[in-house]
Each structure stands twice: as C-alpha cells, then as structure tokens.
C-alpha cells in the first residue's frame, strides 16, 4: 500500500525534526567558531613576523622569533613553576577539605548541619573580587604577602567543591555502605574505599575546573604579589599589555600561547576522559 | 552455637512504632524466614539483628553472647542486600575478597578461600569482571560469594532474590537453601514472596504490624493458620475468608459446630479444598473462570461474596452459571472476626 500523495502528518514531523536539528547544529558551529577565532589569531600572529599579525596572507613566513623574544622579555620558566605549584597546591588542599567537608553534610548528622550547609552555599552566591580587600588584610596578617600559598589559601575551602561531592556522595547507595559496615571498615575506611573510588568522576571534572580557573586566575593573584618569585603566569603576563612597553601584538599572542599550550595539550589528550566524566558527574 | 534469640524487642522512631515486642529463636543450622507485606517489620527485624540499627528495648543474642550493643562486625555474620552491594569498582575477585582485606585476614588464606567459593558458585571465569558485566544472577553468586569467604555461622539475608525474574529465582533459591544445609549456616532470610518462604524454609515468622503473627514450618502456617490474616497471605489463590451472613451459613449449615455458633465468626476455606458436588452442595453462581494449565480458578458468588475454587485439570463453566459446592469440616478453619485468632474446632479437623 502506497501512501497518499502530499505530505503525511508523520513525514511533516521528520522534517520537522531534520529542521531543528540543523538550526542546533548550525548554532553549535556559530559558537565553536566563535570560541576558536581567538585562538586561530593567536597561533597565527604568535607564528608570523608582526606584520603580518593584522593581514592575513596564506604563505606568510614562519617564525620561532615572537617566542623567542617573549621568552626573553620575561622569566617565563619561573612563572610557570610559580603556576604549576599554585594549581598543584590549590588542588590538593581542595581535594581533602571538600572531601573531609562534603563526607560529613552527606552522611553524618549533627547540630546546625543545615545552617552550616546554607553557609557553604552563601559563599557560592558571593563574587571573589568582593572580598578582594579583607582578604588582602587577612593574608597581611598572617604575613604572607607576596607568597605562593598567599594566592591559594582563599580557594581551598571550595563551596562549589564541597556542594559538586556532597551531591556525588549522596547518589552512592547506602547499602554499599552498609555492606561495608558489616565487613568492619571503619568511617574513614568507609569513604576511602567506597565514597572516593566511586565518585571518581566527579573529582575528575572539578579537578579540571579548578586547575582551569586558578591558572587563568589574575585579579587576585596581581593583587597580592609583587615579584618574581610569587608572580603566576597570568600576571607576568600582564607586564606585556602594559602602556609603557608599548603593545606588540606578535609578542603578547606568543606569550599567550605559551601560557595556554600546558592546558590545551592536556586537554586534547584527555578530551574523551574529560567529557565522559562531565557527562558523569552532571556538570555541563 | 550460633542460635539467633530476640527477647522483647521494639524499635521506634520517633513515634512511629516499628517493631513490637519481637520474641524468637533461630535455632543453629536452620533457615528461618520473615516474611509478610511490604512495612510489616521484616527487614528491620533483620538490620537489628545484622547491627546495622539498634533496638529501642530489648536484647538480641546469637550464640551465648549477648550482641545488642555491639557493632556489625563483632557479631560474626554476613549479609546478602537486596541489590547485592558489589562495588562496581572493584571486579568480582575483589568483590568477593572485600571483607576478608577488611579484616586483614592473610594473603594465602584469602586465595584459598577465593578458589573454594568460585567453585561452590561456579564464578571462576568471571573473577576478573566488574559487576557491570554480569548477567543479575552471576551477580547474586557474586554477592552469595563474599557471604560465603566470611566463614562466619550466621548468614542474613535482605529480599536477595526480588530482582531476578521468575525462573532464575526459582533456581536460586534451591542454590541458597542447599549451600545453607550443606554450610550449615543458621540463614535469616528475609522475603515478602510466601512461594519462596514455603520452599525454602525450615521455620517461617509471618509479621503484620511490626508484630508476629504466627511462628511455626511451613506446613503449621499452611494447615493450621493461627490467624485468617495468615491464611489469607498463605497459599496460591489465597484462602477464602467469608463473612457468616445467612447464605453463608445456610451453606456451610452442617459444618459449623454450634459450641461455638454464638460467636462472630470469620469462616476459612482453602480454594483447593472446595469441592464441586452434584446433590447435596449449596447452589452458587459462577462469575468467572480461569484455566492455568494444570488447575482452573472458579470464581463464584453468593450474594454479596465471592469466593475462588480451585480443581484440578480443565472446567469448563459459562459466567452466570450455577453449580454445587461444598467443603467438609476438616477444612473449615474458623476465625473470631474480632481479632482475627483461630478458633479451634473441638474434636474437628487436624
């Protein structure tokens, strides 16, 4: 039986759908391409003499010089150390205090635990720059000005850390806990060996957050520091857009590259990990 | 001596009543099964034992050591969960070794044990996998299999079978019941499917209510239920509980002993010991039939109530027909409809 000439109802609904999916899929290479044309004139000025850096031509020169010169303007290896440790730290502190602190709001109960958790989630609806002054005061305090962990210490009780495992740990079926508890593992054991493994993902995503947003991180950072010693890559960076040296588009798109590549390289090897685990983990 | 014994226990939260005044004994080496409907207590009774709650009054001893305050651990015991608790990070080897590493017990002791299991359970292919590349009955050995290692007597276990569809159920529970009596473990099996305790079990609690309504084999609930809520929940189709009105009790007129005529009654009957009778049976209308194979369900009314009868083979009746029916004394259980307890025929029946 063939049907009737004219558009069925079912056929109008395929087209439909054809429709709107390429619209969704013409809107995702509208804001990919968005995303990546800063990047492309990175990499192009960043490999091309200057003056080619505002005029494209095909078969423009390469050059290794805008990194080189970069290179030597400032102490970029310091400067990386400086922000491999910072992310490193950060994360690290971050990793036991959110564990130790989303543990207790997911399985424990105790007095003022709601007050406490509304606390946590009160941070998350506060802006860091806010805080930019009490903090500087707090840290000049302790002593602590211009010094790496100086940079760090505002982010380690992370509110989104703590809320992201909360969540994560509270998915965890209790009778795997139970099945635990009836082994013997102790309340430690129990989230070392069932909390942790099977939240996995989620650390997995909110590691590469975290370590995306402090090594990009510069309000802060160029607050509290002021030498080499302490300065991330973000601020030395800075020193290239200032007005005194002058704006060398070449110069800063090299030093721009230099200071994302770690990231990106990371990112392209481990894309499919990354992905899975935001899938995961409910973060998108 | 492992023998599990509750003595007056309650549990409450808050002021909902859960468990009241629990009194049993598992003997050693037995199957015991609590069973009844969903919220009955059932699986609270079991926690309790297990340690995973604590009771609000009362003790609980297995062997001659009394374990109401001690934690899980101490209690020498292994429990199977209703949705087996393997950690999906762990492959089957560590699943099943996870408590023995718990308790730190040695390397070559733990292999050895590892091996045993996987035979008795037939996992020895599977020991590399992660759980979630298992069917839902390998998935039940594996679970089966961290109870066994334990080597501990006493073995608890929570709905372990509800996930599985019928006909792997079925053989499971001939696999748990055998690998009980060939263990010896004392098991406290808790299920709200009366063909599952029926079968497997060597002791049956029935519990409604957070209380007991009838601790005895499964042939004492079955002929000699102490409650009508218990022959109700006994048996496939369910006994027939009818209310004395005057049909009713023209129907069953020569079978109810008039010692206890006088008092308001519920009357009992087994479907399957209803008889068809050509003569001298009461006359009831057929509302539905249904053939199962080897038995056909009748569902008949008089008057206002309907009860099923059960034959066997296959009959073949038109809805709105009457029939004759009719039961002899032994199997009329009689019920106070007060509070539902049996009330016993003198001289009558088993």
Redesign the interface.
């Known amino acids: 039986m063939t049907p009737p000439a004219g558009l069925g109802s079912s056929q109008l609904e395929i087209i439909t759908m054809k429709t709107v999916k390429g619209i969704e899929t013409l809107g995702a290479w509208i804001l990919g391409a968005l995303w990546f044309l800063p990047v492309v004139f990175a990499f192009w000025s960043a490999f091309h003499p200057a003056e080619y850096s505002t005029n494209f031509e095909l078969f423009a020169p390469l050059t290794f010089d805008n990194f080189v010169r970069a290179w030597g303007y400032a102490p970029f290896p310091r400067y990386l150390l400086n922000t491999f440790f910072l992310v490193t730290m950060i994360l690290a502190a971050q990793f036991v205090l959110c564990t130790l602190a989303a543990y207790s709001f997911a399985r424990f109960n105790f007095v003022g635990k709601n007050v406490l958790f509304a606390l946590v989630l009160l941070q998350l609806m506060i802006m860091p720059e806010v805080l930019l002054v009490e903090n500087y005061r707090t840290i000049s305090s302790m002593g602590l000005l211009d010094t790496i962990p100086a940079i760090g210490f505002p982010y380690m009780a992370s509110a989104f850390g703590i809320f992201l495992l909360r969540q994560s740990f509270k998915t965890i079926?209790n009778?795997?806990v139970?099945?635990?508890?009836?082994?013997?593992?102790s309340a430690i054991?129990i989230l070392w060996?069932?909390y942790v493994?099977?939240a996995?993902s989620t650390y997995i995503a909110y590691g590469l957050v975290s370590v995306s947003y402090h090594w990009n991180n510069f309000l802060w950072p160029l607050v509290i520091t002021q030498s080499v010693n302490s300065r991330p890559l973000t601020v030395g960076l800075a020193i290239f857009g200032a007005p005194e040296s002058g704006v060398d588009w070449s110069i800063i798109t090299a030093a721009t590259v230099m200071t994302m590549a770690p990231l990106l390289i990371a990112f392209i090897l481990f894309q499919r990990q990354f992905v899975q685990s935001f899938m995961h983990s409910g973060i998108k | 001596m492992s023998a599990i014994t509750l003595t007056d226990v309650c549990k409450s939260w808050d002021d909902f009543e859960a468990l009241k005044n629990i009194n049993f004994t598992c003997e050693e080496g037995k199957l015991l099964v609590l069973l009844g409907p969903s919220g009955c207590g059932k699986s609270t009774t079991l926690r309790l034992i297990a340690g995973l709650e604590s009771p609000t009054s009362g003790s609980i001893r297995i062997g001659d050591r009394d374990v109401t305050n001690l934690p899980p651990v101490k209690r020498d015991i292994s429990m199977v969960f209703q949705n087996y608790a393997l950690f999906p990070h762990l492959n089957v080897a560590e699943n099943i070794l996870f408590g023995l590493k718990a308790r730190k017990v040695n390397k070559a002791e733990q292999e050895k044990r590892l091996k045993d299991a996987a035979g008795i359970l037939g996992l020895d292919i599977f020991l590399g996998r992660k759980p979630a590349q298992l069917s839902g009955g390998q998935r039940q050995r594996v679970a089966l299999g961290r109870a066994i290692v334990a080597h501990v007597p006493v073995c608890l276990m929570d709905e372990p079978l509800s996930n599985l569809d019928a006909k792997l159920r079925q053989e499971m529970r001939q696999e748990i019941r055998s690998l009980q009596q060939r263990l010896g473990m004392t098991m406290v099996y808790v299920t709200h499917d009366q063909v599952e305790a029926m079968t497997i079990a060597d002791k049956i609690i029935l519990m409604k209510d957070g209380g007991i309504e009838q601790h005895g084999t499964p042939a004492e609930l079955y002929n000699k239920p102490a409650t009508a809520f218990t022959g109700n929940f006994i048996g496939n189709p369910p006994m027939n509980i009818l209310k004395p009105t005057k049909e009713m009790l023209s129907l069953c007129n020569t079978m109810i002993p008039d010692s206890v005529r006088g008092e308001k009654l519920l009357i009992g009957v087994r479907p399957e010991n209803i008889e068809l009778r050509e003569e001298d049976g009461c006359e009831v209308t057929v509302v539905a039939t249904e053939y199962l194979g080897a038995d056909t369900l009748i569902t008949c009314r008089v008057k206002e109530q309907t009860f099923i009868l059960s034959r066997q083979g296959r009959l073949v009746f038109s809805d709105g027909e009457t029939i004759k029916v009719g039961w002899s004394l032994e199997h009329t259980h009689l019920f106070n409809s007060a509070d539902g307890k049996r009330i016993e025929l003198q001289g009558g029946g088993k």
């Open positions: 079926p009778e795997l139970e099945a635990a508890q009836v082994e013997g593992v054991g060996k069932v493994p099977l996995r």
